[in-house]
């Protein structure tokens, strides 16, 4: 085997079968139109189709299953197997043996293509798990699994132009990736990290669509725009996030990409979707969804900030003066953040001008005030690292005076409050 290259490695289960031993059948991969003719065993139908190209070939398989079927398996088509012996699986300890033995013989970064037709009942639950497991533990790669549909047969035309009885070998890989799918929702979800959405992008990727590219495309500029809008939170790019460009156009993308998915992938983008359906394009109110959005993915330090930075964002723009403008903000902040307003020292009829007109608007300035006071003490703490304290021993001994789930509690109090306020202003 070259070195860095992956294997590719065939996996399935040798039955007993009946007593007669198992009937012929011609299977067709209809995806890629070849069949193989008058087999008995599925295992070699696969094998063929695929031209024999597995570097690697394992037969899991009972005792009695191998005393009395393996030996004309390998017959059949000469091809060599390694078998691998399993029990029963009459009990739960024998059957995460099974699972065991077969996640033993995988190796780093395998290419499976695995066939579930002559198994247990619950192995094919098995082998879904098995998969994700591995695909976590040993980054494998599931090509293909499939399972030979003997009974369900129907009329086709082999290469000759002979319409035939066939038994399709049906691909049941797309269960595999609705794990992928599932997962990468999940992780964006909680967490806020995109790269295991944007990773499906680069992947296999199958849709009802004709043009699988286009959707491939698609799916791809979603992954990056989430990756965008993740970054922008995770970095407080407020004005970024004020914007909303980005949330606009994923929006639209996200309507076009679902009419191509099957239904359980557009659950996956729905559940997304909902995630970040509260922005909106050039909204001040951005800021505060996003906040919402921190606290809910435990982002505790980016909710601080943005918070703090986001009451004066949303202060200034009610006063219709610009938020952008770095003296117009320092101004506020310098102003808003003392607890005398008599010992500001700049233009303090600005001030008062601003205040006039928030409370017009029935903005509570004096609340808004007291609560971006608090949210103002934890943040220099969190954005220091706790090193910024005038007191920062107890006993002599070097600790942060704010523990971690002060921080988390005073955000979520102070969001509630500062929420409360604006949101009754609109």
Known sequence: MEKGKSRRVFLSFLGLGPKGGYVPSNYIDQEKDKISKNVKFIQNAVVEIENNTFD????FCTKEAYENRF???EEEKNYKYK???IVKGKDEEEIWSIFQKIYDVLEENDEVTFDVTHSYRFLPMLGLLLLQHAKFLKNIKVKK???GAFEMKYTAKDDDGNEIEVSPIMDFTSFSKLQDWSLSGYSFVKTGMAEHFSDLAKKEFKSKSKDVNRDKNNLRNISKKLEDIALDIYTNRGINIVEGNKIAVIKEEMREVKKDLYPPFTLVIDKIEKDIH???IKNVN???YAVEWCIEKKLFQQGITMLQEGLITFLLNKANIDYTNKNNREELSNFIGLENIKEYSGDIEKMQNIVRELNEKQIDFQKLKSLYGNIKNIRNDINHGGFNLKDNKENGEPRSRTDSLTFRNTLE??????KEIIFYAE
């Open 56 to 59: 690697e070939k394992y037969i």
């Open 71 to 73: 030996k004309e398996l």
């Open 83 to 85: 078998s691998i012996e």
């Open 145 to 147: 699994l499939c399972y």
């Open 278 to 280: 509260n922005f909106k």
């Open 286 to 288: 951005n800021v505060f």
């Open 413 to 418: 109090k102070n969001f509630k409050k500062i």
